[in-house]
Each structure stands twice: as C-alpha cells, then as structure tokens.
C-alpha cells in the first residue's frame, strides 16, 4: 500500500487547485466582459463636440440603438431635451442594448414589462417602438422638458432607484448634440464589419430611414424615394429645406451620423456631406475633408454601401 501524502502536501495540492480555478473563473468573466463591452481594439464609436477634450465612447451596438432612439423623436417632432431624457434611461435601463432579459418580465432598451401593459414582448424587442413608447409616456408628463430629467425619467419608468439616471445625463446630453446634428460631426466610428454576412444595398438603407425617421425623410419619387446610384448601393438623402436660405446643416448632421451610427449593421461604407466624407475603409482618421464638388453634393447626404 502506498503511503497517503501528507496534510502539508495536500494542502498545498489543495490550494493550487483553487487558484486554478479562480484564473479560469476570471478568464471567463474577462471574455464575457470583452465581448459585451468590446476590448482593446474592437470597433469603437467616439463622441466629442468641437473645442471638447472630453469624449464618450460606445460600441457599434449602442451607437445604433441611440441613433434610433433619436430619431423615433426626430419623427415625432420632440426636442433635444426628450432625446436626453430617452437616451440616459436606456443608458440606465440597458446599457443601451436591447437586452431580452432583466427583472421579472422587463425586456428592451427601456426594460419595459409586457405585464405592465407595455406591449409584447417582441414589440418591446423592437427599438424603433420601444422608444415610441417611451416618448409616448414622456409626452404626457406636464412640462417634462423644464423637470430635472430624473423627475421626468421616473415618471415614465416608476424605477425603484430613480436617483440612477442622474449620472448618466452628461454623457446623454453629449451624445444627443451628435445625433440631432447641433454638434457637426461629433460622432465616428472605426470599422465594424457585421458578421452575418448578409448584402448590402441603399434600398436596405432607404427602409430603415423611413421606419425611423417617417416617410417625409425621403421625396415621393417613387416607391422607394431617394436618389440611388452606383448599381444600387449608392443613395442620396436630400436635406430638408430651410426657407430661402437653403438647406439645414443641422438635420444633415443628424442624418449623417444616423448613418454612420448604423454603418455596421446597415454595411455602409462611405458617407459624405457638407464637404466631408467618412469611408469604413479608413475609418481611424473619422470624417476627413475633401475637394469641395458640387453644391448639391455638399448639400444632400450621400451613402454608398456594400454590395
């Protein structure tokens, strides 16, 4: 019979099998982390209004989502304050994911409840009405633009820690100067490829505006609206006139960074607008001036995507 090892040994055995255990326990926590965060390298967008050192940064995923969320109140005709308001709830909520899990039966960017008469759980999974709803709560509270914006968040959401959505508000706040557009060229992302490996194409493009945004984004030129080139990966966005002066600066930047807020799920890869352009191709250097063309082209929104 052999002899048994010693208790010193065993321990000592014991204790290496810990720590092995504890590094793969927080090796697994750190990939779950770098693919839900998205780790050094990963694809990033970054926010940061002229003459601002300070800069938020998020995923392609967040991006997105908060693009739709402004522009479901960019539909709707609701201000800047709204969209703050919507963007540091869903921040709170979902880390701006739309998440298809949370507390009891919460689901969705805004973690609404089916049980609270919210909707189905498949409408509330669709952001483009999740933020509907949110808006739709916010448009009743009196005065919800003059309240501090977790009074109004609470309101719509009855949290139980309403205090929360306080220290998102900055970052709200800049993010909402990117996407109206008030802020030119405030957002860019490095490239995002999608990994579904589904075409791309302006009439994908056009879809999406319009469910987002309304069909008044695109003229009535036919069916699909827009102005397409490039064997139907090229579409052009006119900018909504604004009087005699011509065209408005601001909804084309929201318009712009709408799409490149989408450009990895939507495979665009060049956008360009009032003199400056952003390509996937080289999308570390952010939007880039060019050669000054056309009035039209400086005017309207061009977006060509993959094929």
Not at 187 to 214: H, I, N, Y
Request: proline share 6%; hydrophobic share 40%.
């Amino acid at each position: 019979m052999s002899a048994q090892p010693s208790a010193p040994i065993r321990r000592k055995r014991l204790w290496r099998t810990a720590a092995a255990f504890a590094v793969l326990i927080g090796l697994a926590v750190y990939l779950v982390v770098q693919y839900v965060t998205g780790g050094p390298g990963a694809p990033r967008c970054t926010v940061r209004a002229e003459g601002d050192a300070k800069a938020y940064e998020l995923s392609p995923e967040q991006a997105a989502n908060a693009a739709t969320i402004s522009a479901v109140a960019s539909s709707r005709g609701l201000p800047e304050r709204a969209v703050t308001i919507a963007l540091a709830t869903a921040m709170q909520e979902s880390g701006l994911r739309n998440i298809d899990f949370g507390d009891r039966d919460s689901v969705g960017l805004f973690q609404q409840r089916p049980s609270q008469d919210w909707g189905t759980v498949k409408q509330i999974l669709d952001p483009v009405y999740s933020a509907g709803e949110f808006y739709r709560h916010l448009a009743k509270v009196p005065g919800y633009s003059r309240l501090p914006l977790t009074v109004a968040a609470q309101k719509v959401q009855r949290s139980g820690y309403p205090q929360a959505y306080a220290k998102h508000e900055a970052h709200a706040a800049l993010l909402t100067g990117a996407l109206t557009g008030r802020d030119q060229a405030a957002m860019s992302c490095t490239q995002s490829r999608p990994v579904d490996g589904q075409p791309g194409g302006a009439a994908k493009v056009r879809e999406r505006l319009v469910r987002e945004f309304g069909p008044e984004v695109l003229p009535r030129t036919g069916a699909a609206g827009g102005r397409s080139a490039g064997g139907g990966r090229g579409l052009t966005v006119p900018v909504r006139q604004a009087g005699a002066e011509g065209a408005d600066p601001r909804r084309g930047w929201e318009l712009a960074t709408w799409a490149i807020a989408h450009s990895a799920e939507l495979r665009i890869e060049q956008i360009s607008y009032a003199g400056r352009t952003w390509t996937a191709a080289d999308s570390g250097k952010g939007w880039q001036r060019k050669a000054a063309g056309s009035a039209a082209a400086a005017r309207d929104v061009r977006i060509i995507t993959a094929q």
